[in-house]
């Protein structure tokens, strides 16, 4: 018995250490500790495939010869999932986004291009126009759609979508859905889910009055505004104007029975009396660049000072007092500006997630994980996007290339007060005293002469750990020793 025991409590020991490995191994796991890339990363020196805080799962949500939209989320880790989606949408000139709404809000910024855009705002139709530059927002369930009347300018458009109100119905594996009002059988629009006799009763036309709107359009989301054959069943609903499209977009949304509204009558049923029936008479055209119809006027990053500048760079961040529709979906907007090997001073997001998308330039985002080591050393070029959880530690340098600017969103509408942590503004310097001296190990006199080194604050001067000129590189690495013959001690170098 007694060597049994012995056994047992041997055995015993054994689980007990191989438990503890294994939870070891799952708690440096949660914060990547364990990969070799996670802590290291010389001076300079850009660390690959860490770049699990990358917007790199890019999906088409839509498609076509018009244009398309693609969104941006991170990989679907436990512990660093995103809770936010950024969608780019590209439009051809003359093209439009057709009728529809999300069980998501939207928050656009015009990256490039100018763009008339229609939506349902508390029960009321609203046309704002926007340029480069504009914020607008969109609420979950307000029908919208999107318009590039430019004649030779693709339209580009940076959006925000808020999840947070979808009911968690996956029809696709984006994280929302949409609603098409418009379509046919691509997209199929929601009218053609209901009885055929049903509709026909709503709108007052016959049934195959109706299927004629409802399955003509096979051209995808986005389509065109003229066809050389054929004229766009948009463009003469575009043609329409003005208020009475309410009457639609409200129709589809809130399924109510308004056919009868209609004030004018013609003896026989055209196509133009079918567009009246769904969308409304046509109104007297306006020329005002902020629309019409209520709702609110769109904010332009580009006409607003900076709320920080210095010699090496700005910034400038818009929340719910600056503009009051970002506190109806609880986002913040940000756009940066880093002259060339610059950096945004290290610092802490205390009240949301940050999500940048480049828009110009080259650089490198640092994140770091709560214990203190490298979560993410990540080149960035235009296009790339990242995030930045909540209360994570980062940065962003400027290549010695040239200026660095990204925008992006935050999952707050408050000022966010971000905690630089290194920097004439940092919390160092606010809390300086015998506890951090105590609590790195050194004087007090030697803290406070690292502390007081960088005089500048939030953008500090340019630095080693810049990532270097790529062009210079390049011509560095093309020049280099085609053949190398040695004789004796003397070496002769031969370049290309």
Same mark, same amino acid.
Request: glycine share 10%; charged share 20%; proline share 7%.
């Given at each position: 018995m007694g060597k049994i025991s012995v056994f047992l409590l041997a055995l015993l020991v054994v689980c007990f250490a191989l438990v503890a490995t294994v939870g070891g191994y799952v708690n440096e796991d949660e914060w990547g500790a364990e990969e070799e890339e996670g802590g290291g990363g010389g001076e300079g020196e850009i660390v690959k495939g860490n770049n699990r805080f990358l917007l790199q799962d890019s999906?088409?949500?839509?498609?076509?010869?018009?244009?398309?939209?693609?969104?941006?989320?991170?990989?679907?880790?436990?512990?660093?999932?995103?809770?936010?989606?950024?969608?780019?949408?590209?439009?051809?000139?003359?093209?439009?986004?057709?009728?529809?709404?999300?069980?998501?809000?939207?928050?656009l910024f015009i990256r490039r291009g100018e763009a008339r855009l229609g939506h349902i705002y508390k029960d009321d139709f609203a046309e704002r126009h926007l340029k480069t530059g504009d914020v607008y927002r969109i609420a979950s369930g307000s029908a919208f759609y999107i318009v590039n009347t430019a004649e030779s300018h693709r339209l580009h458009i940076i959006c925000s979508i808020d999840t947070s109100e979808n009911y968690g119905w996956q029809w696709h594996n984006h994280g929302f859905q949409s609603y098409f009002v418009g379509g046919g059988t691509n997209p199929t629009s929601i009218l053609s889910g209901f009885d055929p006799s049903t509709m026909s009763t709503a709108f007052n036309v016959s049934i195959d009055e109706l299927r004629e709107i409802t399955t003509r359009q096979q051209s995808g989301p986005i389509v065109y505004l003229s066809d050389s054959h054929t004229p766009s069943i948009w463009s003469k609903f575009l043609d329409l104007k003005e208020h009475q499209r309410l009457a639609h977009l409200k129709r589809i949304v809130h399924l109510e029975e308004e056919a009868n509204q209609v004030e004018e009558e013609q003896p026989t049923w055209s196509f133009r009396k079918l567009l009246i029936t769904v969308f409304g008479e046509e109104k007297n055209k306006g020329d005002d660049?902020?629309?019409?119809?209520?709702?609110?006027?769109? /904010?332009?990053?580009?006409?607003?000072?900076?709320?920080?500048?210095?010699? /090496?760079?700005?910034?400038?961040?818009?929340?719910?007092?600056? /503009?009051?529709?970002?506190?109806?979906?609880?986002?913040?907007?940000?756009?940066?500006?880093?002259?060339?090997?610059?950096?945004?001073?290290?610092?802490?997001?205390?009240?949301a997630v940050e999500y940048g998308i480049v828009l110009k330039g080259t650089g490198s985002v640092q994140i770091v994980f709560p214990n203190g080591t490298l979560a993410m050393n990540a080149k960035v070029?235009?296009?790339?996007?990242?995030?930045?959880?909540?209360?994570?530690?980062?940065?962003?340098?400027?290549?010695?290339?040239?200026?660095?600017?990204?925008?992006?969103?935050?999952?707050?509408?408050?000022?966010?007060?971000?905690?630089?942590?290194?920097?004439?503004?940092s919390l160092l310097q606010t809390m300086n005293g015998p506890e951090f001296a105590a609590a790195f190990?050194?004087?007090?006199?030697?803290?406070?002469?690292?502390?007081?080194?960088?005089?500048?604050?939030?953008?500090?001067?340019?630095?080693?750990?810049?990532p270097p000129d790529e062009t210079v590189k390049r011509k560095r690495e093309r020049v280099i020793p085609k053949v190398i013959r040695s004789f004796g001690n003397d070496m002769i170098m031969e370049f290309d």
């Open positions: 999906m088409h949500v839509v498609k076509t010869d018009a244009g398309d939209m693609r969104v941006m989320s991170s990989g679907g880790h436990r512990f660093w999932r995103s809770p936010m989606h950024v969608g780019l949408i590209t439009m051809e000139p003359n093209s439009l986004f057709i009728p529809q709404y999300l069980d998501a809000s939207i928050v660049r902020g629309g019409r119809g209520k709702g609110p006027d769109a /904010y332009n990053l580009y006409d607003r000072k900076p709320d920080f500048k210095n010699d /090496y760079g700005w910034s400038t961040a818009l929340d719910e007092h600056d /503009y009051s529709p970002l506190g109806h979906s609880d986002v913040g907007v940000f756009l940066v500006n880093l002259s060339a090997g610059s950096m945004m001073a290290p610092h802490v997001n205390p009240r070029s235009e296009g790339d996007a990242f995030w930045v959880p909540r209360y994570f530690p980062f940065c962003q340098i400027a290549s010695r290339a040239g200026p660095f600017e990204f925008f992006g969103f935050t999952t707050s509408a408050r000022n966010n007060r971000p905690q630089f942590l290194v920097g004439a503004n190990g050194v004087s007090e006199e030697r803290l406070r002469k690292i502390v007081n080194a960088q005089r500048e604050s939030t953008i500090l001067p340019s630095s080693s750990v810049a």
